[in-house]
Antibody, heavy 132, light 108 residues
Framework: QVQLVQSGAEVKKPGASVKVSCKAS????????ISWVRQAPGQGLEWMGW????????NYAQKLQGRVTMTTDTSTSTAYMELRSLRSDDTAVYYC?????????????????????????WGQGTMVTVSS | EIVLTQSPATLSLSPGERATLSCRAS??????LAWYQQKPGQAPRLLIY???NRATGIPARFSGSGSGTDFTLTISSLEPEDFAVYYC??????????FGQGTKLEIK
C-alpha cells in the first residue's frame, strides 16, 4: 500500500543538527513532491518546505531559510529533511507528506494528474527533542 | 504571507448534530484550499481538497464549500469518531503553504 515511513525519534543538544528520513513505497516516487510539516507540543501545524522528487526543486518557509535543507534519493525513494542550529523551540513532531505538486516551471505549479493536489499521504511523524 | 483564521477555536456539539467550521483568508486564495482532521497522537488526514472535493475514503457527511476568502467545512451529522482538531490549508501562487490555527471539535 501507499505509505511513508519516517526514521525514529531524536534527542539533540542546542546548536546541533538533525536529519530525518522519509521512505516512500507503493507509488512512483518521482511523480509527486514531498512537503515537511512540524507540530510543536500542543500547537498547530507549521509547513516547513517542499521538495520535488522529480527534479529536486525546493521551496522553504521563510522563517527556516538558511537552516533547513531538503533532499531526495530517487534510487531508494527516500526524502530527507535536515535542520541545523537547533534551538529549544525546534522541539516538535516532524511529518513528511506526499504532495500533489510535482514541480514548478517558470513559476507555474505542475501537479500530478488524477491525484489530490494536497497532502494526501502522511508519515507517522518523528519526534525531535532539543534539550541541553 | 496569507493568513488563515479558523473559527470557532472550539466547537462543542453532540453526536448527530451538524458542525460548521469556518476558514477565512487574509486575501483571496487560489482554488487550493484543503481541510485536514487530526486526532491525538496521529498524523493529520486529508478530508477535502480544492475547497470541495472529498479525498478518497472520506464519508459523504463531510463537505467543503467556499471561494475567494471564505471557506466552510460541514459535517452533516456528527459521528463519535469525528471529534478531533480540524485544520484548513492554502497554497499561494508561488508555492508557499500556510495552515489555519485549527478548530477543536469536542463532545458536548
Amino acid at each position: 500500500q501507499v505509505q511513508l515511513v519516517q526514521s525514529g525519534a531524536e534527542v539533540k543538544k542546542p546548536g546541533a543538527s538533525v536529519k530525518v528520513s522519509c521512505k516512500a513505497s507503493g507509488y512512483t516516487f518521482t511523480s509527486y513532491g514531498i512537503s515537511w510539516v512540524r507540530q510543536a507540543p500542543g500547537q498547530g501545524l507549521e509547513w516547513m518546505g517542499w521538495i520535488s522528487a522529480y527534479n529536486g526543486n525546493t521551496n522553504y518557509a521563510q522563517k527556516l531559510q538558511g537552516r533547513v535543507t531538503m533532499t531526495t534519493d530517487t534510487s531508494t525513494s527516500t526524502a530527507y529533511m535536515e535542520l541545523r542550529s537547533l534551538r529549544s523551540d525546534d522541539t516538535a513532531v516532524y511529518y513528511c507528506a506526499r504532495d500533489g505538486r510535482i514541480t514548478m516551471v517558470q513559476g507555474v505549479i505542475i501537479t500530478t494528474a488524477n491525484a489530490p493536489d494536497a497532502f494526501d499521504i502522511w508519515g507517522q511523524g518523528t519526534m525531535v527533542t532539543v534539550s541541553s | 504571507e496569507i493568513v488563515l483564521t479558523q473559527s470557532p477555536a472550539t466547537l462543542s456539539l453532540s453526536p448527530g448534530e451538524r458542525a460548521t467550521l469556518s476558514c477565512r483568508a487574509s486575501q483571496s486564495v487560489s482554488s487550493y484550499l484543503a481541510w485536514y482532521q487530526q486526532k491525538p497522537g496521529q498524523a493529520p488526514r486529508l478530508l477535502i481538497y480544492d475547497a470541495s472535493n472529498r479525498a478518497t475514503g472520506i464519508p459523504a457527511r463531510f463537505s467543503g464549500s467556499g471561494s475567494g476568502t471564505d471557506f466552510t467545512l460541514t459535517i452533516s451529522s456528527l459521528e463519535p469518531e469525528d471529534f478531533a482538531v480540524y485544520y484548513c490549508q492554502q497554497r499561494s501562487n508561488w508555492g508557499m503553504y500556510t495552515f489555519g490555527q485549527g478548530t477543536k471539535l469536542e463532545i458536548k
